[in-house]
C-alpha cells in the first residue's frame, strides 16, 4: 500500500478536527472567495491528474511545502490541497476503498452523482459533478473508521449482479439496457408473530421484557408458510428482481430455511437477499444479555447446484418499547395484573454499521427505529448509496419518510422501506407499508404505498397508492451504459 493513502487519512483527519475550531470556521465558505490572498495560496498547489496518481502528487508537494507551516497558514494550504485533490477526483467512479491502519479511505464519485450525470449525458443535459453532499467540503474524499463498521465484501456477489444485469440481447443485437430491480415483500395477512414476556428490566418505570418466539401461520400451517414464501419467489423470478427484502420479526427460523430452499431450487436473477430480521441468540454473546434483533444478509452462489449463502448481518441498535395497550394477544403470556406500563425488546443493542458493495452502489440496512439515531445514520450517510429500513410499525406517522428524504437530500443516497402489515388494518392509509426514496434527478417519482388508496395524497413530494393484494412492490433503476462494463 502507498505511504501517500496513510499519509491522506492523516491530513484529512487533522483538516476535520481543526475546521471546528472558531479561527477557522471562514474556510467553510464555499466556493472560496475569489481574493488576492486566496488566488496567491491557489497559485502555490500542483496541477494534480484527473486520477489516482493526484494522490502521490498531492502528498510530495505537502512533504516539500506544507509539513513544517504551523496554525493558519498550515491550515489554508491544507485546505486549498485538499479541495484540489477532491477535484481532481471528480471522474473516479466506481469509487476505490482503500483500508489503511487508521480507517477505510473511501476515494471518488458517490454512485447517485456518477448516475444522473451519466444519465444526463445520455440526453444531452449539463449537469456539475459537485456539490452532491451536503455540509461536506470534501464529498470525494471520506475516511470511516475501520473499528465502526462490518464490511461485507463479496466477488461472488459482485459477478452475479454484473451477470444477471447483462443477461439478454434486443432483437438488433445489441444488450438490453440494464434495470436494477429491488423487490419489497411486505408479506399478506396470513401470519402472525408471537411474543413473550420475559421479565421485569426497569422496576422503577415498570418496563418489562419481550422477545418473538416464532411466527404462526394461518392456525399454524407449516404449508401455509411455504405457499407464501414460494408465491413471492415465484413473483421475484417473474419480475427479474436482483435485490429480494423482506421486513422485521416477520420471518422465523422455518421460515427462512423454506425461502432459502425455494431460492437454491431456481433463484432465477435474485443477488442478494434479506430475509427480515428476527430475535436470536447472539453468536459472540460479548454484551450482558446475549440476544440481538439480527437481520440476515444472503447473496446467491450460481452454478450446477444453486447456493444461498450467508454473507453476514446487521444487529438492531435502537430497542422498541411500546405501552401494553398495544401488545393485545401478540405476548401470550402477557399478565394484565402485573403493573407493566410498557414492554421493551429484550436485546443487546448492536452498535457497528453493515456495509454491502456492489457494483451499483454500497448498501446498508437498519432496522425500524434505527434510522431515527443520528449517530448511526451521520456515519452511513457518507458511505452508503442504497439504505434498506426493515420494520415492523404500527405509528400512524410519517417518520420514516422523512428520516429518507432527509438521506436523500443530504448525502444523495436512496432509501427503501418495508414494514410488516401484522398490527397494521388491512384498509389502512395511514401507516407506510412501502417505499421508495430516491435522490432528485435520479430515478423519477417516488412512491408510497398503503393498505388502500389514499382519499388525498400526504403532503409530501411522492405518490400515495394502494399496495396489492399480494403485498409486493418494486423500485426498477435504469443503469446508464456508461456505469455498465462492455
Not at 496567491?40 to 502528498?59: R, T
Request: with cysteine; charged share 25%; glycine share 8%.
Amino acid at each position: 500500500m502507498s505511504d501517500s493513502y496513510e499519509e491522506l487519512v492523516k491530513l484529512w483527519r487533522e483538516y476535520n478536527i481543526r475546521l471546528e475550531e472558531e479561527e477557522y470556521r471562514g474556510l467553510r465558505v464555499a466556493p472560496d472567495p475569489d481574493n488576492e490572498h486566496t488566488r496567491a495560496l491557489k497559485n502555490e498547489l500542483p496541477e494534480l491528474p484527473d486520477h489516482l496518481g493526484a494522490i502521490d502528487s498531492a502528498i510530495e508537494w505537502w512533504r516539500k511545502h506544507g509539513e513544517g507551516l504551523k496554525r493558519r497558514p498550515r491550515m489554508e494550504r491544507l485546505h486549498h490541497l485538499l479541495r484540489r485533490l477532491d477535484q481532481a477526483l471528480v471522474d473516479l467512479y466506481p469509487t476505490t476503498t482503500v483500508v489503511t491502519e487508521a480507517g477505510r479511505l473511501l476515494l471518488g464519485e458517490r454512485w447517485w452523482s456518477a448516475y444522473r450525470c451519466e444519465k444526463a449525458a445520455e440526453t444531452g443535459e449539463e449537469v456539475s459533478r459537485t456539490g452532491w453532499v451536503r455540509d461536506t467540503m470534501l464529498p470525494r474524499i471520506c475516511v470511516l473508521p475501520e473499528a465502526g463498521a462490518r464490511w461485507l465484501d463479496s466477488e461472488r456477489l459482485r459477478e452475479r449482479i454484473w451477470n444477471m444485469l447483462g443477461v439478454g440481447r434486443r432483437e438488433d443485437g445489441l444488450p438490453h439496457a440494464p434495470v436494477l430491480r429491488i423487490g419489497l415483500c411486505v408479506l399478506g395477512r396470513h401470519a402472525k408473530t408471537q411474543f413473550e414476556a420475559t421479565g421485569v428490566l426497569d422496576e422503577a418505570n415498570r418496563i418489562h421484557g419481550f422477545r418473538a418466539v416464532g411466527v404462526v401461520w394461518d392456525g399454524g400451517s407449516q404449508g401455509s408458510v411455504e405457499a407464501e414464501l414460494y408465491a413471492c419467489v415465484a413473483w421475484a423470478h417473474e419480475s427479474r428482481i436482483h435485490v429480494l427484502c423482506f421486513p422485521e420479526l416477520a420471518l422465523d427460523e422455518d421460515g427462512r430455511n423454506a425461502l432459502r430452499r425455494e431460492i437454491e431450487r431456481d433463484p432465477g436473477s435474485l443477488c442478494l437477499i434479506l430475509p427480515g430480521s428476527f430475535h436470536e441468540r447472539d453468536p459472540e454473546p460479548k454484551r450482558t444479555i446475549g440476544w440481538v434483533n439480527r437481520a440476515r444478509i444472503w447473496v446467491v452462489h450460481a452454478g450446477a447446484t444453486p447456493e444461498v449463502v450467508e454473507l453476514g448481518g446487521f444487529e438492531k441498535t435502537e430497542p422498541f418499547t411500546m405501552s401494553p395497550e398495544h401488545v393485545g394477544d401478540a405476548i401470550h403470556n402477557h399478565d394484565p395484573d402485573s403493573g407493566c406500563l410498557g414492554y421493551r425488546e429484550h436485546i443487546d443493542p448492536g452498535d457497528q454499521l453493515t456495509i454491502v458493495p456492489t457494483p451499483v452502489g454500497r448498501f446498508g440496512i437498519a432496522i425500524c427505529r434505527d434510522s431515527f439515531r443520528s449517530n448511526l445514520m451521520s456515519r452511513y450517510a457518507p458511505v452508503v448509496d442504497h439504505l434498506v429500513v426493515i420494520s415492523m410499525n404500527e405509528a400512524r406517522t410519517d417518520w420514516f419518510w422523512f428520516t429518507s428524504e432527509e438521506l436523500a437530500k443530504s448525502s444523495f443516497a436512496a432509501s427503501y422501506y418495508v414494514n410488516s402489515t401484522q398490527f397494521v388494518g388491512a384498509h389502512d392509509t395511514t401507516v407506510d407499508l412501502a417505499f421508495f426514496c430516491f435522490p432528485d434527478g435520479t430515478v423519477g417519482q417516488n412512491v408510497v404505498y398503503y393498505g388502500r388508496q389514499p382519499e388525498a395524497a400526504p403532503a409530501r413530494r411522492a405518490k400515495a397508492q394502494a399496495i396489492g393484494d399480494d403485498r409486493r412492490v418494486y423500485a426498477a433503476i435504469p443503469i446508464p451504459r456508461t456505469l455498465f462494463p462492455s
